[in-house]
């Protein structure tokens, strides 16, 4: 029996049974370990056997890599791979592919939409001063009528911005690689990262996280914006500089910000970030949709089984 690890910490929960069924029709054993500081020796113990890992967002560097000697694909569960070394991978023979469902698509699209609500109408600070038994009171801001900027026109943000033609909202687009028909049928305008910048009254950024865009946000992408700005991140937090976002919100250079990524992930509980009325956060749950769980897990289980039957597989991220 072909032996597999999976660190994915939802992947015992019932939306993965189906997952989990394919598994054990396809003859395959895996042994359920989540990384974490309690379990190392479990995880040493069992990642120099194992022929697949399905993986949450744990960090595979080369190090990793080379105790897994067996190894043969990495599978994400998930769209990220930015924490697997793909270099090393290829190098060492070892496939990586993600998942790319429409669920988790959707599920981050839609918790952008509801952080630009949010944002706008204070309303996480406005429900804790509530529950405080403190009725103040907030001028807040509606959508309509606003420029929202997208750094990055791939899947997520063609999904947002799909939502925001609702809002009767002009919609501006950077991306390295534009898609023009895209973009098109959906009434979104492309153009330069500066022009996103300065134009618009929110940025959601979908750029991919890697080594050229690591602080794409920085203090002189903040600058750039306007000083009534909201700024959304769904996608990395490697992408922004959380000191010249802390600076930016403290200093009024932009307005607020929403973010379900940091930098460091947990992130300390002395963030600087959270000592602001003008920031709120999420704990990365973006893609943690119940609807979304069952089809990620699903299709991170069949890009091993492709893998094993010798299958194309047909979200190679490494090829």
Known sequence: ????????????????????????????????????????????????????????????DDAKLA???????????????????????????????????????????????????????????????????????SKGTILEGKTVGLLGFGGIARSLAKRLKGFDVNILAYDMYPNAEAAEALGVTLTDMDTVLSQSDIVSLHVPSNAQTRHIMNREAFAKMKPTATFINTARGALVDEQALYEALRDGVIARAAIDVFEEEPTSPYNPLFTLDNFICTPHVAGNCGEAMSTNAVAAVQNVIDRFEGRELKTLVNP
């Not at 056997?49 to 967002?57: H, K, R």
């Open 67 to 137: 105790r897994a000697k067996n190894l043969k694909i990495v599978s994400r569960f998930g769209t990220g791979y930015d924490a697997v070394d793909l270099e090393a991978a290829r190098k060492r023979g070892i496939d990586v592919t993600n998942t790319r469902v429409k669920e988790i698509i959707d599920g981050v699209a839609e918790l952008a939409m509801g952080f630009i609500i949010c944002a706008l109408r204070d309303i996480p600070r406005l429900c804790a001063e509530a529950k405080h038994r403190n009725w103040m009171a």
């Open 1 to 60: 029996m072909r032996k597999i690890v999976v660190t994915v910490p939802v992947f015992h929960l019932p939306e993965c049974e189906q997952a989990r069924q394919m598994l054990k029709d396809a003859g395959i054993e895996y042994v359920y370990c989540p990384v974490g500081e309690d379990n190392v020796e479990q995880f040493d113990a069992c990642i120099g056997e194992v022929e697949a890992a399905i993986v949450a967002s744990e960090p595979w």
